[in-house]
């Protein structure tokens, strides 16, 4: 098998060293690819530790895709997003419950009709008084078609998003300002779940500044949260916050500012911290792992997160097609022999869609993850399977070698004869995913944004997500996840199990591996913790000089 690696040709801005964290969703998500299916040794939301008086925390940064929160569907932007913002929930991570952040309280009698009281002492970084009506007019805006938001389609729950979709009407019928603290939202149907998703960054308040001119807010977003914007978002290079003084939450953030440095590389950034340029790295690079406790000591820990890194398979590819070609990629793959080899066995082989962390999670449900080289081979012969195949990845984030990894094993196990490499940056890469631009199997990962089965499945996999690359269609599987959204939450385990049981007999994707995050921070700050979705909780880390 001969081996080559393209790469587009790119610009690099004054910094090389800037890193795309796998994208999980909307999360992450989310990626993507940054996302989120929330652990129990995650650390809930409360006091901070520290005295709140502390200095500059500096933390590794992938150069984000956008940084207008209705269009950050990835992991890049979100993590400076959700300091520059705080919408109506957070989420605590010991429960995986909904807590207050603007609302103050909600209720609902039936699932369907939800109020929202908020909070009065609530103003955006500008000094504007936040009310509903921002809430409202944000949440018509993100739906609007004509500003094509990433996040629209979680509003789909909401009564009169269709309409609006469909251009059919200018306003969502279901989102109401009672009065300036009380905000109404009716849904289409029940969906008792609402208040965790409200926890989403999409979800997030914008000033009217914002509908002014949305292109420049976006290179300097004015929000409502812990941090503020200290100049604007310099490509490539750095984001640069500090502490918001008149955040009325009970848990503002500890150190005074927070500098996101932008890298391309994350074994620079790796680097960086060693040498004490560089207070956290969320994200320490596979080939490192081993190096952690001699490189770091005790400034080094390893967090289970809800992350699932997998191989898209472009079903709109005629060669790709046939479920029992895919099925077959997945076969051919020895998971753990990658995981020992290149990760320390660090990570999770993937028996599922859905992660052993929701209680929805089974770790051996997936019959076609299981290593079997040899019915691989004799199901993607008798499928036809193509024997050159193009391989897609971003690059920068310490991908190569694993996916060069499972390449080797499909050239062993199943006879391919020639692999074509693309690795491009991450915004570019995520530009070809949506144009449905891609040739053979890509990476991407996963991250669920709030603890949900619904969260895992559907926004990756109905026929109608937008997050849906991969071209695949399922009539049974979009049915399923209806029943199971309808369900109470008591009742739904089971019938977000059948709809994964569809996935995991078609396989649009392949699932390889659940991720723990391997953290490495410098001697200037305590208390670092990482939520399920892999980003860290900086309003919490403590800086001690």
Known sequence: MSLHRTEPQKTVRNRDEATMRPVTK??????????????????ALGEPDGDGDAGTLSTYQCEPQYLTPGNSAEVCGAGV??????????IDYETNEAIPAVAESWESEDNVTWTFELGED???HNGEELTSQHFVDTFNWTVDPDNAQNNAEYYEFFLGYDEVADEEAEELEGVRALDDHTLEIELAEPFGQLPNMLSLVGF????????????????????NGRYQMDGEWVHDQEIL???????PGDNPGEAERIEHMIYNDVATAYQEVQA????????????NISM??????????????GTLTFLGIPTYQEEFEDPQIRQALSMAVDREEIIDGLFEGTLTPAGSFLPPVLPEGREDACEFCEYDPDAAAELYEQAGGPDELTVYFNSGAGHDEWVEAVTNQWDQNLGIEEVNFESMEFAQYLDLLDEEDIEGPYRLGWTLSYPSAQESLEPMYSSTASRNNTGWSSEEFDELIAQANAADAEDSEEAYQEAEEVLLEELPVIPLWFESQNVVWSENIDGVEITPRGLPQLERIEVLD
Do not use: K
């Open 26 to 43: 909307r999360t992450a998500l989310a990626g993507g690819s940054l996302t989120a299916a929330l652990v129990l040794s995650s650390c």
């Open 81 to 90: 997003l959700e300091t520059l913002f705080t919408g109506l929930t957070e």
């Open 122 to 124: 609530w103003t955006f």
């Open 204 to 223: 997030s308040p914008l000033p009217e500044a914002a509908f002014e001119d949305m292109e420049a807010f976006e290179q300097a977003p004015i929000g």
């Open 241 to 247: 916050t500090e502490r918001y003084e008149d955040y």
């Open 276 to 287: 004490g340029n560089l207070d956290l790295l969320y994200n320490a690079p596979p080939e």
């Open 292 to 305: 952690l406790e001699d490189d770091f000591g005790d400034r080094q820990e390893s967090f289970e997160t």
